[in-house]
C-alpha cells in the first residue's frame, strides 16, 4: 500500500474507522461504524495514490502543484458521480447513503453488504445448475439495467466485485471505477474480466464492455476458468468456448452460446444492450427441450463444432445476428438436417439459401445421444496419456475443496499443458480466485505431489 490508511478508531465526523476492507487505485475503502444510527457501513475514500498523499494529520492532497488541478477535478468528479450513484434505486446494486468532504479529500458511504464474496459462496454449490444460476444472475442483469439507463457504466464487474448476502440475494458493489459513458473513461482492467476496450483510454465503452465482463463471471461459474485475458485474444483467440467447456446435462446449449456472444473480442460483435442479451440467455425461461424414448432419455446435444460452422455460414448472410438465430433454432431443431432447414429459411435469396442447404446437405447423424449410452472421453484419454490416474485423481480431488465438481475439467485441461506434476498443481493452482486459498493450495498440493 503506498500511503497509509485512516488508523482503525479514527472519528470522522459521525464515523468510527474499524479497518480497511480494500485498495483500489482511486483511494482505499473501510469498515466503519455510525455512531448516530450504530450501524456498520463501507466508507469510501478518494486517494488517488499516483498524484495525492496523506500528511501527518491525515489530511490529503496533491503530491505536488503540478498534480494539484488533477487532483481536484478528481475531487469533483468523485463527488459529482457519488450524487448520481446516490440516486439508484435497486435492492441489487449497493446503496450509497451520504457523500461529503473532509480531511481535504471526498468521501461515500454506503450499505456494508453482510454476506460472501462471491468466490468464496460458490465453493461448496458448484457445479451451479442453469436453473439456480439464471435465479442469481436475474436480479443483477435488472440493476445492472438501472445504471446503464442512468448513463453510467460500473467498468469493474468480477468475482470480488458480486457479493451474496445471508439471505441468499445478489448484490453489485463497488462503484469506485463507475464513470458516466459521455465522459473521458480512464483505464480500468481486472485480467479476465475486462474488455480489450478498457485497456486504453480511448476505447469504445459501453455497456457492452459490462455485458463482456458479467458474462466473464458466468463463464467462471460454469467452466470452473477465469476467461483469458482480452489483449491475448485479438489476434489469436485460443480460449476454450463455454459451448465446449461446460457440462451440456446442467446447461442448455443456448444459455452457453450466449455467454461466448458477450465475450466476443469485438465490442460491435457483443450484445449492445443487457435487456439483448438477457433474451438470448434467460430466453423464456423454460426448461432443457427433452424427448422421451421407451426407457430412455434423449437430451438435444448439438455439436458445438457443428454450430460454430453454422454460425460462420449464416454470418456471410445476416451478420452479427447469426449466432443468435442459430441459438434460437438450436432450441426448437430435433436434428441436425432439421436445424439446416430451419437456419435456410433465414435466407431471403434463393440461390444463396440453395447454397447454404448443399454446403451442409451431408449431415445425416441425429442431434442427440441417450442419456445413459456410454461415451468416450477424449479430455480423458490424452490426459491419462501424460500423468498416472491416480495423480490425475488426487489433483482432482484437492482442486475439488475449492471449485467444486468442475475440477476435474480444470484438472483435464491443465494436464495437457504441464510438463510435470509440480508445473500441473501450480496451473491449477491460477484457476483458485482467492489469493490466501491460492497460497494453501500450492504448498499443500506440491507437498503432496512428492509423496509416494
Not at 459521455?182 to 479476465?192: A, H
Not at 457492452?208 to 482480452?230: C, K, N
Request: aromatic fraction near 8%.
Amino acid at each position: 500500500m503506498a500511503t497509509s490508511p485512516l488508523p482503525a478508531g479514527y472519528a470522522l465526523q459521525e464515523y468510527r474507522i474499524e479497518k480497511v476492507l480494500g485498495v483500489g487505485g482511486f483511494g482505499l475503502t473501510y469498515l466503519a461504524l455510525d455512531g448516530n444510527l450504530n450501524l456498520r457501513v463501507a466508507l469510501k475514500e478518494y486517494l488517488p495514490d499516483d498524484i495525492a498523499t496523506r500528511g501527518a494529520d491525515q489530511s490529503i492532497g496533491p503530491l505536488s502543484a503540478a498534480t494539484a488541478d488533477t487532483f481536484g477535478w478528481g475531487k469533483q468528479r468523485f463527488l459529482d458521480e457519488s450524487r448520481t450513484v446516490a440516486s439508484f434505486r435497486h435492492p441489487n446494486i449497493v446503496r450509497v447513503m451520504r457523500f461529503f468532504e473532509a480531511n481535504g479529500t471526498a468521501y461515500m458511504v454506503m450499505e456494508f453488504v453482510e454476506g460472501a464474496a462471491l468466490m468464496d459462496w460458490i465453493k461448496t454449490r458448484r457445479p451451479l445448475p442453469e436453473a439456480q444460476l439464471a435465479a442469481l444472475i436475474a436480479p443483477l442483469l435488472d440493476g445492472l439495467e438501472v445504471v446503464h439507463k442512468a448513463g453510467f457504466l460500473h467498468r469493474d464487474i468480477k468475482p470480488g466485485n458480486i457479493y451474496v448476502r445471508e439471505d441468499g440475494t445478489p448484490v453489485l458493489i463497488d462503484f469506485g471505477s463507475a464513470r458516466q459513458q459521455s465522459s473521458d473513461l480512464t483505464v480500468v482492467v481486472s485480467q479476465g474480466y475486462a474488455p480489450f476496450e478498457q485497456y486504453h483510454s480511448q476505447g469504445h465503452q459501453g455497456p457492452w464492455s459490462d455485458i463482456y465482463a458479467f458474462s466473464g463471471v458466468l463463464y467462471w461459474m460454469v467452466t470452473g476458468q477465469r476467461p483469458h485475458e482480452a489483449t491475448a485474444r485479438i489476434r489469436a483467440d485460443t480460449m476454450p468456448s463455454a459451448l465446449q467447456s461446460a457440462d451440456r446435462s446442467l446447461y442448455r446449449p443456448a444459455f452457453l452460446a450466449a455467454i461466448d456472444w458477450a465475450l466476443a473480442p469485438s465490442e460491435d460483435q457483443r450484445p449492445q444492450s443487457v435487456a439483448e442479451w438477457r433474451e438470448a440467455l434467460l430466453g423464456s425461461g423454460e426448461a432443457p427441450k427433452t424427448q422421451l424414448l421407451p426407457k430412455v432419455q434423449v437430451l438435444v446435444a448439438f455439436d458445438p463444432a457443428l454450430l460454430e460452422k453454422l454460425e460462420a455460414a449464416l454470418a456471410q448472410h445476416l451478420g452479427p445476428i447469426a449466432n443468435v438465430v442459430v441459438r434460437n433454432a438450436a432450441k426448437t431443431a430435433p436434428g441436425e438436417a432439421e436445424l439446416v432447414q430451419l437456419l435456410a429459411q433465414e435466407i431471403s435469396d434463393d440461390a444463396a439459401k440453395a447454397a447454404f442447404e448443399k454446403k451442409f446437405s451431408g449431415i445425416s447423424r441425429p442431434a442427440t445421444q441417450p442419456a445413459s449410452a456410454p461415451r468416450t472421453d477424449p479430455a480423458t484419454s490424452q490426459a491419462a496419456s501424460r500423468f498416472a490416474l491416480e495423480v490425475l485423481a488426487r489433483a482432482e480431488q484437492r482442486l475439488g475443496e475449492y471449485l467444486g465438481a468442475v475440477a476435474r475439467v480444470v484438472v483435464k485441461r491443465a494436464a495437457m499443458k504441464a510438463r510435470d506434476e509440480r508445473e500441473l498443481y501450480l496451473l491449477l493452482a491460477d484457476e483458485i480466485e482467492d489469493k490466501e486459498d491460492r497460497k494453501t493450495f500450492t504448498r499443500n498440493a506440491v507437498s503432496m505431489s512428492r509423496k509416494p
